[in-house]
């Protein structure tokens, strides 16, 4: 199969997926850095040159303790609303029933709204994807300690291709961390280069697929012998870290996590930063566009720079 198709609509497809093949890669078409490399921007260029060749890109204590108290408190106070955690933004873990994931949560909290245009972080993503930047999706992860469920391998791109409409490989997502990440509680694994191949999978997307796949994920997800020739040729890292640091990874790497049997809950805030000239277009699957809380669509604006 050509690096690039037409799903039913007619329209170009330069990442096609599921779509009754079996697995295969396809080579990036896209740049990893889309700004010119004049200059380094806000990130160094021993930095730049890490997050080219690795694909992402870790920021130890990027936060101070007091800003990452309030945060954690943010946390808290989210979790513990129980109008919020009737509502569809929440995903429960498949088995206790404890929270998994909150979506949305630069709409429903106007401390995290402010900390997504946070210089710091809207900058840098600014800078790495040459545009103007709008959250294509945000959401906590709790992973609470002891039935906190693994997150499978997965390509965020290949998703948010096929199911959101996605066009290019031109986002990027940071994670926040607001408590330690351990060796043991389930940090974020990753594999180093892989964001250079598109890892397109087998099957079809069911209908209503996200209902399950945010709980687990089941299609979508690499085959086995893909995964292990990513992993051969670039290993895997955890992104073990402190709190109030800032993980950067590119839309397109492979990445995941184990589940969290530990008594040390890992949370973590993700903000997907899309670049507003690759704004989402009809999905490229025979499916309906997923909500608007996993999807950033109807209402799309960049934004808002701060001093």
Known sequence: ???????????????????????????RRDPTIHAPLLNHGPLSSQQLASYSENGFLILDQLFAAQELEQLQQELARLRDDSQLRQSPEAITEPDSGELRSLFRIHQSSD????????????????????????????????????????????SDFETWHVEDGMP?????????????????????MLIPGS?????????????????????????GVPSDSQLQQLAQRGGIVTATCKPGSV????????????????????????FVYNALSNRVQAPFCDRPARPEHICSRSTITALRRTD
């Not at 900058?123 to 469920?149: C, M, T, W």
């Not at 290019?168 to 974020?188: D, F, K, Q, V, Y």
């Not at 079809?204 to 299609?219: A, F, G, I, R, V």
């Not at 995941?256 to 809950?265: A, R, T």
């Open 1 to 27: 199969m050509s690096a690039s198709d037409h799903n039913s609509t007619g329209r170009e497809d330069h990442y096609p997926s599921r779509q009754g093949a079996a697995a295969h890669f396809v080579e």
């Open 247 to 270: 993980i950067i990874f590119d839309c397109n790497v492979m990445h995941g996590s184990n589940s969290n049997i530990s008594p040390d809950p890992r949370s973590n805030l993700f």
């Open 195 to 219: 964001h250079r191949l598109f890892a397109a999978c087998e099957g079809q997307t069911p209908e209503n697929h996200y209902e399950k796949s945010l709980k687990k994920q089941e299609y």
């Open 111 to 154: 401390r995290f709204r402010q900390l997504a245009q946070d210089p710091r972080l809207a900058e840098i993503a600014r800078f790495l994807l040459n545009d103007e930047v709008y959250i294509h999706q945000s959401r906590l992860n709790y992973k609470p300690g002891f039935r906190g469920k693994e997150f499978y391998w997965h």
């Open 168 to 188: 290019r490989m031109r986002a990027l997502s940071m994670s926040i961390t607001l408590t330690e990440n351990l060796p043991h509680n389930g940090s974020l």
